[in-house]
T-cell receptor
Framework: EPEVTQTPSHQVTQMGQEVILRCVPISNHLYFYWYRQILGQKVEFLVSFYNNEISEKSEIFDDQFSVERPDGSNFTLKIRSTKLEDSAMYFC??????????????FGPGTRLTVL | QQQVKQSPQSLIVQKGGISIINCAYENTAFDYFPWYQQFPGKGPALLIAIRPDVSEKKEGRFTISFNKSAKQFSLHIMDSQPGDSATYFCAASINSGTYKYIFGTGTRLKVLA
């Protein structure tokens, strides 16, 4: 069964450093998302991406964040200058472009980001 | 208005019992309500989902009950098993072009053997 994959599974970085989290969505999916989950809290929407542009972003997704689809398969989240409060699990998700099934998002296993 | 309220925060059920988790929302524009199951260290996995045009959906031991007028929906896990021990999130989305999910706060379920 197709699945969303994410790398790395765990990233440790120093405050102020840039990190890039990588995702490979399911191949025929056209909507892509990033969510984050701070330890023990709920999953929060960060950004949605369709047709090579951001379709919506949350207030969390400030100028330090950016997303990119550099090729036909990868979808990346970049944090330019990490802060301690960026420590969280980051989930990538994707969905098809079909009204009957677009709503269903498939989540990757996540990248745990630890900012020291 | 974008919130989804979920209760209880944690739940302990005996093996074979029924687990019930409740969610409530305010925004009547929500039109898709999935439930996700999450094991520690893993990503959320879709369990079952419902649209507001039906009042109930059943898949195996999992049932969603939906009350449109009360703006509430719930997950029932029949014959709960220790393997069901996980965190369960309800969510809601709007057919607005982005389909982003608004998640509930999660329920940590423990099923005792």
């Amino acid at each position: 069964e197709p699945e969303v994959t994410q790398t790395p599974s765990h990233q440790v970085t120093q405050m102020g450093q840039e990190v890039i989290l990588r995702c490979v969505p399911i191949s025929n999916h056209l909507y892509f998302y990033w969510y984050r989950q701070i330890l023990g809290q709920k999953v929060e929407f960060l950004v949605s991406f369709y047709n090579n542009e951001i379709s919506e972003k949350s207030e969390i997704f400030d100028d330090q964040f950016s997303v990119e689809r550099p090729d036909g398969s990868n979808f990346t989240l970049k944090i330019r200058s990490t802060k301690l409060e960026d420590s969280a699990m980051y989930f990538c998700a994707s969905s098809e472009f079909d009204r009957a099934s677009t709503d269903t998002q498939y989540f990757g296993p996540g990248t745990r980001l630890t900012v020291l | 208005q974008q919130q989804v309220k979920q209760s209880p925060q944690s739940l302990i059920v005996q093996k074979g019992g029924i687990s019930i988790i409740n969610c409530a929302y305010e925004n009547t524009a929500f039109d898709y309500f999935p439930w996700y199951q999450q094991f520690p260290g893993k990503g959320p996995a879709l369990l079952i989902a419902i649209r507001p045009d039906v009042s109930e959906k059943k898949e195996g031991r999992f049932t969603i009950s939906f009350n449109k007028s009360a703006k509430q929906f719930s997950l029932h896990i029949m014959d709960s098993q220790p393997g069901d021990s996980a965190t369960y999130f309800c969510a809601a989305s709007i057919n607005s072009g982005t389909y982003k999910y608004i998640f509930g706060t999660g329920t940590r379920l423990k099923v005792l053997a």
